[in-house]
């Protein structure tokens, strides 16, 4: 059996659904960075019809999110690409929002950088830009369990870690993208949108 199942997921998908409605009511096409399992995708692809959700993520991780979409047997949640932040390839057309959920924290920081000049590149002006996770703020954690898990994931791996807020806004400024939420979701995640404006 492919199709693999997150607890996160199940968790964080209606508070975060409730932040997408809004934000990606006038959206078409979406680009998911760091599909995962393929949960989200279909969650949010069946609840918001309106969007075409482009799936991608390593190809070793595909499998679960083909076996999600189809079983969902949704016509606008679509296969995964294989995309590689870091390495590409980065589609050839463009999108009116990306999305990608806890991906930041494993990445290592290079491709985070990248991950935000592909996103220039295939964003349309006036789109959106969503990233969902933990965060630090001022250097500092904003919990005790954000610490312990920061811990948790640079014993994994050195490259691991949570992201300061700071760097992450700067990093889209300096890709023509304007902070215009950052929103407090529940167990101390947030979800941050940022808008192309140039």
């Known amino acids: 059996m492919n199709k693999l ?7 964080n998908r209606d508070p ?3 932040i997408l409605r809004g934000v990606l009511a006038n959206a078409g096409r979406v680009l998911e960075i760091g599909s995962g399992t393929g949960q989200h995708a279909v969650y949010f692809g069946a609840a918001l019809p309106h969007l075409s959700w482009q799936t991608s993520d390593l190809p070793q991780n595909h499998p679960s999110i083909q076996a999600w979409i189809a079983e969902a047997g949704l016509s606008n949640v679509l296969p995964p690409i294989a995309l590689d932040t870091a390495a590409g390839p980065w589609p050839q057309q463009s999108f009116d929002a990306v999305f990608t959920a806890n991906t930041c924290h494993i990445m290592a920081w290079d491709e985070v950088v990248a991950m935000f000049a592909g996103i220039a590149r295939v964003l349309r002006p006036g789109g959106a830009v969503c990233i969902y996770g933990p965060f630090n703020y001022g250097g500092r954690f904003t919990s005790d369990s954000n610490a312990r898990f920061d811990a948790s994931l640079r014993e994994r791996a050195a490259h691991m870690g949570l992201r300061d807020f700071e760097a992450m806004d700067a990093l889209a400024r300096g890709h023509g993208l304007e902070l215009a939420a950052d929103h407090a979701m529940p167990a101390n995640n947030r979800l941050l949108v940022w808008i192309k404006t140039a």
């Open 16 to 18: 975060i659904l409730q």
């Open 5 to 11: 199942y997150s607890t996160a997921c199940e968790r």
